[in-house]
């Protein structure tokens, strides 16, 4: 069966950085469409970043320039690099995949807590 299993949240002062890590099991990792969302005490859930099957990637205005996502094929990792962090930051992380072609994301971790 699918399994995303984020990591690599945690505790950090403002304007340090964390790098957050999803590995995927029991999911077609290349050829697919990826995301990171995050979601803050009291608030929606926001997507962070996305990165399609065709290696093209959009980020949330707020994350622009701070934060970078990636992933290794052949780790079967999508990564989300956050630098410069600041306490608006703070919430629960989750990455999400779907098959591409497939309308909203199907597939979510259980995601992983970045505290600033």
């Known amino acids: 069966h699918v399994q995303l299993v984020e990591s690599g949240g945690g505790s950090v002062q403002a304007g340090g950085s964390l790098r957050l890590s999803c590995a995927a099991s029991?999911?077609?990792?290349?050829?697919?469409?990826w995301g990171w969302y995050r979601q803050g005490a009291g608030r929606k859930c926001e997507v962070v970043s996305r990165?399609?099957?065709?290696?093209?990637?959009d980020y949330a205005e707020s994350v622009k320039g701070r934060f970078t996502i990636s992933k290794v094929n052949a780790e079967k990792t999508l990564y989300l690099q956050m630098s410069n962090l600041k306490p608006e930051d703070t919430a629960m992380y989750f990455c999400?995949?779907?098959?591409?072609?497939?309308?909203?994301?199907?597939?979510w971790g259980q995601g992983t807590q970045v505290t600033v």
């Open positions: 999400a995949a779907q098959y591409t072609g497939i309308s909203g994301f199907g597939y």
């Open positions: 029991g999911f077609q990792f290349d050829g697919s469409d």
């Open positions: 990165k399609q099957s065709d290696s093209s990637t």
